[in-house]
């Protein structure tokens, strides 16, 4: 899990730079170019935010099984939400826009999921 996390996180912060370095040059010339890089910008934050919940997973799974569903969600919500998002700002295909609240809903998912998985727990004295 903690294998995934590092992953989900380090690629969060590769592609927020690449939106602050390597993307404004790219839609500089669109005419929605702004808009594009703030969609970006939307993905790459949901993106890090959610490898700090998929950490929490991370170190509750070393309690209870049930902290692994809870990174699974976070990861479908990164791929779907943020993924959408930095595709649709790479391409300007906004039909992927129908896919981005099924990632949110993951999203909310696994913030949810944080009472069953740390139900019980007690940090160790």
Do not use: Q
């Given at each position: 899990?903690f294998?995934v996390v590092?992953?989900?996180?380090?690629?969060?912060?590769v592609?927020?730079?690449?939106g602050a370095?390597?993307l404004?040059?790219?839609?500089?010339?669109?005419?929605?170019?702004?808009l594009?890089?703030q969609?970006w910008n939307t993905?790459?934050h949901?993106?890090?935010v959610h490898a700090?919940l998929a950490t929490a997973?991370?170190?509750?799974s070393?309690?209870?099984?049930?902290a692994g569903?809870?990174?699974?969600l976070?990861?479908?919500?990164?791929?779907?939400?943020s993924?959408?998002l930095y595709?649709?700002t790479?391409?300007?295909?906004?039909a992927?826009g129908?896919?981005?609240?099924?990632?949110?809903?993951a999203?909310?998912?696994a913030w949810?999921?944080?009472?069953?998985a740390?139900?019980?727990?007690?940090?160790s004295?």
């Open positions: 899990m294998a590092a992953l989900l996180g380090a690629l969060a912060v592609l927020g730079a690449f370095h390597g404004k040059g790219f839609l500089e010339t669109a005419v929605d170019g702004p594009r890089l969609w993905a790459a949901y993106h890090l700090l997973f991370a170190l509750l070393t309690r209870t099984t049930k569903v809870g990174l699974v976070c990861c479908v919500g990164v791929l779907l939400f993924g959408s595709v649709m790479l391409t300007n295909l906004k992927l129908a896919v981005t609240p099924f990632g949110g809903l999203f909310i998912a949810l999921w944080l009472v069953p740390s139900r019980g727990w007690a940090p004295r």
